[in-house]
């Protein structure tokens, strides 16, 4: 499975924007980026998720790489309640085999400061 | 729309024993799916059910076993205890398998073993 890596741990200031890196250099062309986060005490949520193209929603943005590489998760603006793990996962359009398997790494973990 | 729900929340046990956790999905998911998480391993694949048949099973021993009833709800089981054993564990559920899709997340049931 292509793996991703990112970093351990990013510091925001709140209400500005956070931009959270993902490399993803043995992505297939079938393979959608998928962003959940985890916050403390809670189960993993759903944030977005692409396959080429930029996307949006109410609760961020997904820039992609052109050559999908590396993509980057956009928070306009950080509050406190987005202080949380950030895990960027790739799972193969392609792949019914895989079923609902998610391969979690480690995430980053995002701290938003007052 | 309720959310998936997870019980028990907490629950301790001794090794040697064994447990039994419940997962009820979301209205109308037909796929449940149960991850581990620990803070050496982080968040790990144990098993998916679709459709009361299991689709895929993660890297853990035959202690680990789980099953779906005919209206979604899963149960997974931990025979013969051991200590490396506490962590939370979830369950996630969606509509359908091998998509794309959003799974969506209870928040777990924090199992220790002494």
């Known amino acids: 499975d292509a793996k991703t890596t990112q970093p351990n741990s990013m510091e925001s200031n709140e209400e500005e924007p956070v931009h959270l890196p993902c490399n993803h250099s043995?992505?297939?062309?079938?393979?959608?980026i998928h962003w959940y986060r985890q916050l403390p005490s809670q189960g993993p949520e759903y944030v977005i998720h692409?396959?080429?193209s930029n996307v949006n929603n109410r609760m961020a943005s997904l820039a992609i790489a052109e050559d999908r590489k590396s993509s980057t998760l956009i928070l306009h603006r950080a509050t406190l309640r987005d202080a949380a793990v950030y895990y960027c996962i790739l799972r193969d359009g392609q792949n019914n085999n895989a079923g609902n398997m998610l391969t979690f790494g480690g995430g980053t973990r995002l701290m938003v400061k007052p | 729309k309720a959310g998936v729900t997870q019980t028990p929340r907490y629950l301790i046990k001794t090794r040697g024993q064994q447990v039994t956790l419940s997962c009820s999905p979301i209205s109308g998911h037909r796929s449940v799916s149960w991850y581990q998480q620990t803070p050496g391993q982080g968040l790990q694949f144990l098993f998916e059910?679709?459709?009361?048949?299991?689709?895929n099973k993660g890297n853990f021993p035959g202690r680990f076993s789980g099953r779906q009833f005919s209206n979604s709800r899963s149960e997974m089981n931990v025979s013969t205890l051991e200590l490396g054993d506490s962590a939370l564990y979830l369950c996630?559920?969606?509509?359908?398998?091998?998509?794309?899709?959003?799974?969506?997340f209870g928040e777990g049931s924090r199992l220790t073993v002494l």
């Open positions: 043995t992505i297939s062309g079938t393979d959608y």
């Open positions: 059910y679709f459709s009361e048949t299991q689709r």
């Open positions: 692409g396959l080429t």
């Open positions: 996630a559920s969606s509509p359908w398998t091998g998509d794309t899709g959003e799974l969506f």
